[in-house]
Nanobody, 120 residues
Framework: QVQLVESGGGLVQPGGSLRLSCAVS????????VGWYRQAPGKQRELVAT???????NYADSVKGRFTISRDNAKNTGYLQMNSLKPDDTAVYYC??????????????WGQGTQVTVSS
C-alpha cells in the first residue's frame, strides 16, 4: 500500500520561501512520477508541478520561475521548493504519485495535504 506524508508547510511572509517534502513508502519510488497540487479556499484543486521518473519537470504558468520540483530517489522523497511566495499561493498543498499517459500526468495516490499561508 502506497503512503505519502507531506511536511514543510506553514506561515510565511510575502516574498519568503518554503520547502515542502513528500515522503513515499510502499512503492518503488524511482519508477513513479510525483506531482504537487494545491487547493485554495473556494477554488478547484489545481496542478502546480510534476516530475517524471527520469527527472523531467512541468509547472503551472503561475509558479514558473518561482517554484522548483525535485526528487531524491535514495530517500524516497519528493520536494517542492517555493520562492518569492505571494498571498495568492495560499492553499493546501497535496503531494501525489502517478504516471504519465500520452504526455499527461494522472495522479493516483494522494497525501493528506499541508497548509501554506502567505501573509504579512
Amino acid at each position: 500500500q502506497v503512503q505519502l506524508v507531506e511536511s514543510g508547510g506553514g506561515l510565511v511572509q510575502p516574498g519568503g520561501s518554503l520547502r515542502l517534502s513528500c515522503a513515499v513508502s510502499g512503492s518503488i519510488f524511482s519508477i513513479i512520477a510525483v506531482g504537487w497540487y494545491r487547493q485554495a479556499p473556494g477554488k478547484q484543486r489545481e496542478l502546480v508541478a510534476t516530475i517524471s521518473s527520469s527527472g523531467s519537470t512541468n509547472y503551472a504558468d503561475s509558479v514558473k520561475g518561482r517554484f522548483t520540483i525535485s526528487r531524491d530517489n535514495a530517500k524516497n522523497t519528493g520536494y517542492l521548493q517555493m520562492n518569492s511566495l505571494k498571498p495568492d499561493d495560499t492553499a493546501v498543498y497535496y503531494c501525489n504519485t502517478g504516471a504519465y499517459y500520452s504526455g499527461s500526468y494522472y495522479p493516483k495516490t494522494w497525501g493528506q495535504g499541508t497548509q501554506v499561508t502567505v501573509s504579512s
